[in-house]
C-alpha cells in the first residue's frame, strides 16, 4: 500500500490503520509501499495544514497492491483508490499485453481525453475529471500519447514511454506552475520515496506543404487542418502560392 500526493503543491500526512503511510509527503511525490493487515478494517487519515480527513473504512483484501492518489476538494481532501497484483500481470504477459492505468489530475472544471498515436488518433481515454481514472490494455513497446481538453481539439501536451509485455503503468496528468503536464509511475513495489517521472515528449517530425490557389472563380482562400482553431494559411490570392510548415 503507498499514497501518492497530487494535492497541488501542499505536503500531506497519511496514516493507515493507526501508522504513518508518510509524512509530509510532498507534491507529485509517492511513498514507499508498505505492508498492511489484510481482512480487517483498516483506515486513512490525510494531514494537510490544520484539516484532517479520514478516508472510508473498508477490508483490504490479501496480496492486493493499493496506490491511494489523494487531490484537492473544496473543503477537504479526495482520494481515489486504484488496485493491482501479481496475478494480473502473469495474466496480461500470457497474452502478450501491457496495462496503461489514466489518472486524471488537473484541478480544473474541465475533462481531459488522450488520443494515441497521433494528435488526430484514436481516443485512448475519453472525457475524464479530476480524480477520474480509466484503463486500457495495450500492445507492448513504445507508446506516443496526446493530453487534450474536451473542449478543445488541439493537444495540450504529449508523452512517448515504452511499456513491456505484462507490465503496468500509471500515466497521471497534473498541473504545475499553472501547465499542464504529463507523469508515469510504475506499479512495482519500490522501497524508498519516488518522484514522479515527467513523461519524454513525442518526437515530432516536420513536413513541409505547398498549397496553390487554382480556384474557378478567382476567389482568396484560406486552409486549416481539420479540428484546429487556427487558420495554417489564410488569404492566398488566385494562382498565389505559399509553403508552411507543419508536425
Known sequence: TRCVNLSDGANIDMQLSGSYLGKNISYLSSTPHKSATTNQISYGIITKGNRTDTLIRKILNKSVIITYFVFNAKDSVSITEVQSNKQEKTDLASRNRGKIVFIQGINDSSQYLIKSGCQSGGILFNNLPKG????????????????????????????????SNGEILYLISSLVNGKQQLYILQSEISNKLTSLQVCDSVKSSQSNLRFINTTSDSIDISIKIKGDVTDLLSNLKFLDSKEVSTT
Do not use: D, H, R, W
Not at 490494455?137 to 481539439?153: A, F, M
Open 132 to 163: 477520474g481514472v480509466s484503463y486500457q490494455e495495450v500492445t507492448p513497446g513504445t507508446q506516443s500519447l496526446y493530453l487534450i481538453k474536451s473542449e478543445n481539439p488541439k493537444p495540450i501536451t504529449n508523452a512517448e514511454f515504452k511499456i
